[in-house]
């Protein structure tokens, strides 16, 4: 049984198979997890409930995992802190630790473009500045004022 202060965990998953993993996974950790089969579902729980944390997959058939936590940090605005929830969720990518995936949920960026962006860094080093990412085949000026307010080092 659950008490007022177990951990409130928001799965949000397309594929069902996914979502129950994660709701049986996070019980056993002793956490509340509730399960949200879209963006709007998930939306719906966040207006009407408080949630500790909020785990999205990226891509889901109404929307991104993105737009849901631009949702969340405006649904609960006063949150604060790493464990304060959605305020506080950080949505930018990070040039030297982003794998292929994780860059291709930037606009504009597809697998080869991402593909690109890892390669240059496995080979000439960490990004020193955002600016660094011109060097990499696939991205001009207009793709970088595009992502800019994305990335981190």
Same mark, same amino acid.
């Given at each position: 049984m659950m008490t007022d202060k177990t951990p409130r965990v928001l799965v949000v998953d397309d594929e069902a198979d996914l979502r129950e993993l994660l709701v049986i996974t996070l019980g056993r950790m002793k956490l509340d997890a509730t399960a949200a089969d879209s963006l @709007? =579902? !998930?939306?719906?729980?966040?207006?009407?409930d408080r949630f500790d944390l909020?785990?999205?997959?990226?891509?889901?058939g109404d929307g991104t995992g993105l737009d849901?936590?631009?949702?969340a940090a405006q649904a609960a605005p006063e949150a604060?802190?790493?464990g304060? @929830? =959605? !305020?506080a969720?950080?949505?930018t990518v990070s040039l030297n630790n982003a794998g292929v995936e994780e860059l291709q949920t930037l606009k504009g960026?597809?697998?080869?473009?991402?593909?690109s962006i890892v390669a240059w860094r496995d080979r000439e080093g960490p990004f020193e500045s955002v600016d660094q990412l011109m060097a990499v085949k696939g991205i001009g000026e207009m793709t970088l004022s595009r992502i800019r307010d994305r990335l981190s080092l």
């Open positions: @709007g =579902a !998930a939306r719906r729980l966040l207006d009407s909020c785990l999205t997959d990226m891509n889901l849901l936590l631009r949702h604060e802190g790493a304060g @929830g =959605a !305020a969720v950080d949505t960026i597809g697998p080869k473009t991402a593909a």
